[in-house]
């Protein structure tokens, strides 16, 4: 190996250097074209079953993609300057290319204002609006504030502030190629999948990829175009755009400008740190070279991979300009000292030598981080998984092009001045080894305690996190949410899907529907019970009197023959039944705006005069008109699958909202308390999804990390041969991951997307420098065979190195809390404490268990 490396690469520096440059120059021309992912893809799991549910039920229910944008006048919400200014948004909204139709309180149909029977919805005179000239605007002021559809949905309880729903267009293109590549992959799932099939599923994915990039860009072009509208606004009222089309691209925006921004200013703070540590130019420059070879390299195979980055792995820029510069950190200081302690030597032994004594433990540090980022693999999470791959691969290039690059420059760069013994930063690593020799007992202990505070601590560690805490106060998805929450019905959606009771479900009427008689036959009173004795219905023989509506209801029934079938949620009982369920649901302080046929119920019953019975309900889903129905029965009823769905808003910055909890409490009261039959019950929608997401990254990472401890430890077996050295060298990479878990759980930072991914890299990053010291340590006892003695050559080399990379590290993630995303602030602390904690255990901990229990034998 060393001889292949010698005559392919150290004799051939030229060459070498030149087709590294030209691999690297070629794929820089496509690192411009990396794109960043923040579809609904990235933040759901692979093959979970509720996902398929949700599409299922956003099919049927036509639910698509919309912003909101909550409108707050000066003055009085329905006055003439309010509502012109209203209307004016309304229309250059409406205007706007893809958007298929603006929703305001100017557009809804009123029916309190003033009441109106039931016959009056039927007829086709139209509905009155906030926009007609003649309309009592204060009988609309109390219907918006006390309707049951409109309160909190259009208008806030307190009537100062109005929403504005722009509906996105659908894009049906997207969702039928969606649709063949989840139909092609559930088909792989179950292992059915042919030979050809697999190459359609290939093809599927690919055009779906290509097209969901336009899909993205047009959804993000209109957030921009509404947002403009918006802006012209500002001056006449107090405005905030919301949704999920809107949070989509601004956390697009926050990644792309922390892309920038943050890799910049690593790079920036590199060039300081080195210039500090090293004080001479070429010890700047060659380190730089190295990682910014291996970073363009990365970002251009993306690119030409169409590999897209997404929230959390966007950070991996970061993560590998950061580990390939300690691989590069430890090349150099140990060239350094070989300088020292070979002054006859020629610039190409000093060379041979110093990649030949760094290869093998760079190459287990490499090795070992890829295992440590593999775990990521199996969260089923894929910005998670893809991050996990992408380090892999990254560092991987890292260690390459790091041994190919720096190695082959100074083969022609003279020897150069010698490195000063005396610096005063490389003095702080010997101060470690004193305080270890003198204080040994107290480390073990102070380990100890430490090692248990970290397992209370991740005993409180939990998954749950307010989304809202993801931005800064001063940001508009911040400063929207806080709003919708507090005033206009909550902001994260959740639907409660109930199926028909089968043993009630059927028609209700004999042929004559008039009769309105009961199973048994006993005629039916009008609020749906029976009268005492079957005495005779006080409607007599014509239940609707001289009521015009009757005509409808007769000609609704006549012209569907005798297909019609009444829905088991259209009877008193269903009805009553999903009130029940509605009014618990919107009891609970975690939810906001509910809405349902218990809605509709509500409204049926302020229309009609008198009470509501089963004739009544039928008449409600057979004969409405369109407009209406679309407004209070669509949304709620599917006629077909004979179910009611139950959609309400969380309110997502609610303190006590604990999301699993709450899924898991609200099932029990349904199916316990309310009896309702386990199999009748589904929950669905983002609540559910993102919910998911978080425990199954709660136990897919703290299940895994003990294995990936394990496969490091035996990895440490095999490279240092002896398990008592692999023990020693994974205790101070345990007690630095369990300190930051710990003190996540402590403090009450949860666990999601973005935090899991610090175990990892605490793992991943902090074996190198037990790996560098136990392998140098393992060089140095032979000399003298004295524990004392070789800590403190250890300490005064390698641990300058150790010093230097982590140092590196720390302050080079604590940049990142400078961002509008709070996730990559998190990331940032997390990371860099976490490193501190590697960094002091393999300077104190690991040597003084080496010398405790002194694994390579007795002294001399």
Not at 60 to 66: E, I, P, V
Not at 722 to 751: D, E, Q, R, T
Not at 837 to 844: E, P
């Given at each position: 190996m060393n001889a292949l490396y010698d005559r392919w690469i150290l004799q051939r520096p030229v060459l070498s250097l030149a087709l590294c440059a030209l691999l690297v120059g070629a794929l820089a021309t496509q690192a411009p074209e990396t794109r960043i992912d923040a579809s609904a893809d990235t933040l759901v799991l692979e093959g979970d079953a509720d996902l398929e549910y949700f599409r299922e039920i956003g099919e049927r229910y036509s639910s698509g993609d919309f912003l909101v944008i909550t409108y707050q006048p000066p003055g009085d919400l329905l006055g003439d300057e309010s509502l012109a200014t209203l209307t004016s948004l309304r229309d250059d909204l409406a205007a706007l290319n893809g958007v298929s139709g603006v929703t305001t309180m100017l557009d809804v149909p009123l029916l309190q204002s003033p009441p109106i029977a039931l016959a009056d919805v039927s007829s086709d005179t139209g509905m009155p609006t906030l926009a007609d000239p003649d309309v009592d605007r204060e009988l609309a002021r109390r219907e918006f504030q006390e309707s049951p559809i409109y309160e909190q949905l259009l208008v806030s309880p307190d009537g100062r502030t109005a929403a504005v729903q722009v509906n996105i267009e659908r894009d049906e293109r997207y969702f039928e190629l969606l649709d063949r590549r989840e139909s092609l992959r559930e088909l792989k799932s179950k292992g059915r999948l042919s030979a050809e099939e697999q190459g359609l599923l290939r093809e599927a994915e690919a055009v779906f990829k290509a097209y969901s990039a336009e899909y993205q860009q047009r959804s993000a072009d209109l957030v921009a175009n509404v947002r403009s509208v918006v802006d012209g606004y500002r001056d006449r009222a107090s405005l905030f755009v919301g949704g999920v089309p809107m949070i989509a691209a601004d956390m697009v925006a926050f990644v792309r400008s922390d892309l920038v921004t943050f890799g910049a200013g690593i790079l920036g703070f590199m060039f300081v740190m080195l210039s500090l540590i090293f004080r001479q130019p070429r010890w700047v420059a060659l380190p730089m070279t190295t990682v910014l070879a291996s970073a363009t390299f990365m970002l251009g195979l993306l690119a030409w991979l169409d590999w897209r980055m997404t929230v959390i792995s966007s950070n991996f820029v970061a993560v590998l300009l950061i580990v390939g510069l300690a691989i590069a950190?430890?090349?150099?200081?140990?060239?350094?000292?070989?300088?020292?302690?070979?002054?006859?030597?020629?610039?190409?032994?000093?060379?041979?030598?110093?990649?030949?004594?760094?290869?093998?433990?760079?190459?287990?540090?490499?090795?070992?981080?890829?295992?440590?980022?593999?775990?990521?693999?199996?969260?089923?999470?894929?910005?998670?998984?893809?991050?996990?791959?992408?380090?892999?691969?990254?560092?991987?290039?890292?260690?390459?092009?790091?041994?190919?690059?720096?190695?082959?420059?100074?083969?022609?760069?003279?020897?150069?001045?010698?490195?000063?013994?005396?610096?005063?930063?490389?003095?702080?690593?010997?101060?470690?080894?004193?305080?270890?020799?003198?204080?040994?007992?107290?480390?073990l202990v102070v380990s100890a305690a430490l090692l248990a505070t970290a397992a209370f601590g991740i005993s409180r560690l939990q998954v749950e996190n307010r989304f809202i805490d993801y931005f800064h106060e001063s940001t508009e998805i911040y400063q929207g949410m806080e709003l919708l929450d507090a005033r206009l019905g909550g902001t994260i959606p959740l639907d409660i899907v109930i199926d028909a009771d089968q043993d009630a479900d059927g028609p209700v009427f004999a042929e004559d529907p008039g009769a309105r008689e009961d199973a048994a036959g006993a005629p039916a009173s009008a609020d749906g019970g029976f009268d005492e004795a079957g005495a005779e219905d006080p409607f007599g023989d014509d239940p609707f009197g001289d009521d015009p509506f009757a005509d409808d209801f007769d000609d609704g029934f006549a012209s569907s023959g005798d297909d019609f079938e009444q829905s088991y949620w259209f009877t008193v009982r269903g009805m009553e039944e999903l009130e029940g369920i509605h009014e618990y649901v919107d009891s609970l302080p975690q939810t906001g705006k509910v809405l349902s046929l218990a809605t509709t119920y509500q409204i049926v019953k302020q229309l009609w005069n008198g009470g509501v019975g089963d004739v009544e309900l039928a008449l409600v889903q057979k004969s409405l008109p369109d407009d209406v129905a679309h407004l209070i029965v669509d949304p709620y009823f599917d006629e077909d699958a004979r179910e009611a769905r139950i959609s309400l808003r969380v309110k997502e910055t609610s303190r006590d909202l604990r999301r699993d909890q709450f899924l898991k409490d609200l099932y029990a009261h349904l199916v316990n308390d309310m009896g309702v039959e386990e199999d009748r019950v589904h929950f669905t929608n983002m609540l559910v999804l993102y919910n998911n997401v978080l425990q199954s990254l709660f136990r897919s990472q703290i299940l895994t990390l003990g294995a990936v401890f394990a496969a490091i430890v035996i990895m440490f077996f095999i490279l240092f041969r002896s398990l008592s050295l692999a023990l020693i060298a994974i205790a101070p990479n345990i007690l630095a991951a369990g300190m930051v878990l710990g003190i996540m759980g402590l403090v009450g930072i949860p666990l999601d997307i973005m935090t899991i991914t610090i175990a990892a890299?605490?793992?991943?990053?902090?074996?190198?420098?037990?790996?560098?010291?136990?392998?140098?340590?393992?060089?140095?006892?032979?000399?003298?065979?004295?524990?004392?003695?070789?800590?403190?050559?250890?300490?005064?080399?390698?641990?300058?190195?150790?010093?230097?990379?982590?140092?590196?590290?720390?302050?080079?993630?604590?940049?990142?809390?400078?961002?509008?995303?709070?996730?990559?602030?998190?990331?940032g602390l997390l990371t860099g404490f976490a490193m501190f904690a590697a960094l002091v255990g393999a300077l104190l901990l690991l040597p003084q268990l080496l010398i405790t229990i002194k694994p390579l034998g007795p002294e001399a």
């Amino acid at each position: 190996m060393n001889a292949l490396y010698d005559r392919w690469i150290l004799q051939r520096p030229v060459l070498s250097l030149a087709l590294c440059a030209l691999l690297v120059g070629a794929l820089a021309t496509q690192a411009p074209e990396t794109r960043i992912d923040a579809s609904a893809d990235t933040l759901v799991l692979e093959g979970d079953a509720d996902l398929e549910y949700f599409r299922e039920i956003g099919e049927r229910y036509s639910s698509g993609d919309f912003l909101v944008i909550t409108y707050q006048p000066p003055g009085d919400l329905l006055g003439d300057e309010s509502l012109a200014t209203l209307t004016s948004l309304r229309d250059d909204l409406a205007a706007l290319n893809g958007v298929s139709g603006v929703t305001t309180m100017l557009d809804v149909p009123l029916l309190q204002s003033p009441p109106i029977a039931l016959a009056d919805v039927s007829s086709d005179t139209g509905m009155p609006t906030l926009a007609d000239p003649d309309v009592d605007r204060e009988l609309a002021r109390r219907e918006f504030q006390e309707s049951p559809i409109y309160e909190q949905l259009l208008v806030s309880p307190d009537g100062r502030t109005a929403a504005v729903q722009v509906n996105i267009e659908r894009d049906e293109r997207y969702f039928e190629l969606l649709d063949r590549r989840e139909s092609l992959r559930e088909l792989k799932s179950k292992g059915r999948l042919s030979a050809e099939e697999q190459g359609l599923l290939r093809e599927a994915e690919a055009v779906f990829k290509a097209y969901s990039a336009e899909y993205q860009q047009r959804s993000a072009d209109l957030v921009a175009n509404v947002r403009s509208v918006v802006d012209g606004y500002r001056d006449r009222a107090s405005l905030f755009v919301g949704g999920v089309p809107m949070i989509a691209a601004d956390m697009v925006a926050f990644v792309r400008s922390d892309l920038v921004t943050f890799g910049a200013g690593i790079l920036g703070f590199m060039f300081v740190m080195l210039s500090l540590i090293f004080r001479q130019p070429r010890w700047v420059a060659l380190p730089m070279t190295t990682v910014l070879a291996s970073a363009t390299f990365m970002l251009g195979l993306l690119a030409w991979l169409d590999w897209r980055m997404t929230v959390i792995s966007s950070n991996f820029v970061a993560v590998l300009l950061i580990v390939g510069l300690a691989i590069a950190i430890h090349l150099v200081v140990r060239y350094r000292e070989l300088q020292l302690s070979m002054p006859d030597a020629s610039q190409q032994e000093l060379v041979r030598e110093t990649v030949r004594l760094m290869w093998v433990p760079c190459a287990y540090t490499t090795l070992t981080t890829a295992v440590a980022f593999g775990s990521l693999v199996v969260s089923g999470l894929r910005p998670v998984m893809d991050f996990g791959w992408m380090m892999t691969i990254g560092i991987s290039v890292a260690l390459l092009l790091t041994f190919v690059v720096l190695p082959c420059i100074l083969v022609l760069l003279p020897r150069g001045k010698t490195a000063d013994p005396n610096q005063r930063l490389e003095g702080l690593t010997p101060a470690f080894a004193r305080f270890t020799e003198r204080h040994g007992t107290s480390i073990l202990v102070v380990s100890a305690a430490l090692l248990a505070t970290a397992a209370f601590g991740i005993s409180r560690l939990q998954v749950e996190n307010r989304f809202i805490d993801y931005f800064h106060e001063s940001t508009e998805i911040y400063q929207g949410m806080e709003l919708l929450d507090a005033r206009l019905g909550g902001t994260i959606p959740l639907d409660i899907v109930i199926d028909a009771d089968q043993d009630a479900d059927g028609p209700v009427f004999a042929e004559d529907p008039g009769a309105r008689e009961d199973a048994a036959g006993a005629p039916a009173s009008a609020d749906g019970g029976f009268d005492e004795a079957g005495a005779e219905d006080p409607f007599g023989d014509d239940p609707f009197g001289d009521d015009p509506f009757a005509d409808d209801f007769d000609d609704g029934f006549a012209s569907s023959g005798d297909d019609f079938e009444q829905s088991y949620w259209f009877t008193v009982r269903g009805m009553e039944e999903l009130e029940g369920i509605h009014e618990y649901v919107d009891s609970l302080p975690q939810t906001g705006k509910v809405l349902s046929l218990a809605t509709t119920y509500q409204i049926v019953k302020q229309l009609w005069n008198g009470g509501v019975g089963d004739v009544e309900l039928a008449l409600v889903q057979k004969s409405l008109p369109d407009d209406v129905a679309h407004l209070i029965v669509d949304p709620y009823f599917d006629e077909d699958a004979r179910e009611a769905r139950i959609s309400l808003r969380v309110k997502e910055t609610s303190r006590d909202l604990r999301r699993d909890q709450f899924l898991k409490d609200l099932y029990a009261h349904l199916v316990n308390d309310m009896g309702v039959e386990e199999d009748r019950v589904h929950f669905t929608n983002m609540l559910v999804l993102y919910n998911n997401v978080l425990q199954s990254l709660f136990r897919s990472q703290i299940l895994t990390l003990g294995a990936v401890f394990a496969a490091i430890v035996i990895m440490f077996f095999i490279l240092f041969r002896s398990l008592s050295l692999a023990l020693i060298a994974i205790a101070p990479n345990i007690l630095a991951a369990g300190m930051v878990l710990g003190i996540m759980g402590l403090v009450g930072i949860p666990l999601d997307i973005m935090t899991i991914t610090i175990a990892a890299i605490v793992v991943g990053i902090g074996v190198d420098d037990t790996i560098h010291y136990v392998h140098r340590f393992k060089r140095e006892f032979p000399k003298d065979r004295n524990y004392l003695a070789t800590m403190h050559r250890c300490h005064g080399s390698i641990g300058k190195a150790m010093y230097y990379t982590s140092i590196t590290i720390i302050v080079g993630f604590s940049i990142l809390v400078f961002s509008n995303f709070t996730p990559s602030i998190y990331f940032g602390l997390l990371t860099g404490f976490a490193m501190f904690a590697a960094l002091v255990g393999a300077l104190l901990l690991l040597p003084q268990l080496l010398i405790t229990i002194k694994p390579l034998g007795p002294e001399a």
